[in-house]
C-alpha cells in the first residue's frame, strides 16, 4: 500500500468516495501535502439526522474515525504500523447544519511518536479533536487513541521514517 500514500490528494479523493464517508455526508475538504493537517466536513442530511432533527452523534464519531491513524500512515509512509485502537466523544450540544473537524500533527507530538518507538515499542498516543458547528461554537470532544509501532524492517536497520535518527 506503499503507493497510496504517495499522494495526498489522491487519498483525500479516495476518502470522499469511500462509501462509509460519502453516505454519512463526511467530506475531507483539505488534506496537506505532508499529511500534517485536515479539514473533515459533515454536511447535514434528512438520513444523518436523529429524532430529534440534529446530527446523529455516530456520524460525528465516524468523521474522526480514520483520520489521524491515515494521517500518520501518509506521513511515515510504510515505517510503521498504524491502527485506531480506542474513542470517545463527549457532546456539548446538538450539532445543527454543517460540522467541521480539524486535525494537526505537531513537530512535538511526530517527535514523541518516533522516540517513544525507536526501539520497536508499542505506543498509544493519543489526540482531541474539536467538532464545531458553522458559528464555531463547539458541538463534540473526541479523544482517539492510536496504536503505533515502527516495522521490524525499520527498526532492524535504523531508519525512523521522515524523523531520521
Sequence with gaps: MDWLFDNAAWVRRALNAWPPFWGA??????????????????????????AN?????????????PIYPLMLMGYFKNHYYVWDKAGSIN????????????????EAKLTEIAAATRQGDKHFPEFDVLVL?????????????????????????????????
Aim: aromatic share 10%.
Design 91 to 106: 457532546y456539548i450540544k446538538p450539532g445543527k447544519g454543517k460540522l467541521i473537524a480539524e486535525f494537526n500533527l505537531t
Design 25 to 50: 455526508g463526511i467530506k475531507i475538504e483539505t488534506l496537506s501535502d505532508d499529511f500534517r493537517f485536515c479539514r473533515v466536513t459533515l454536511k447535514s442530511r434528512w438520513w444523518n439526522k436523529n
Design 133 to 165: 458547528d458553522q458559528k464555531g461554537e463547539l458541538v463534540a470532544e473526541i479523544r482517539r487513541t492510536l496504536y503505533v509501532r515502527q516495522r521490524k524492517e525499520h527498526r532492524e536497520t535504523g531508519t525512523q521514517g521522515r524523523q531520521g535518527a
Design 53 to 65: 432533527r440534529t446530527q446523529f452523534g455516530g456520524s460525528m464519531f465516524a468523521m474522526t474515525d
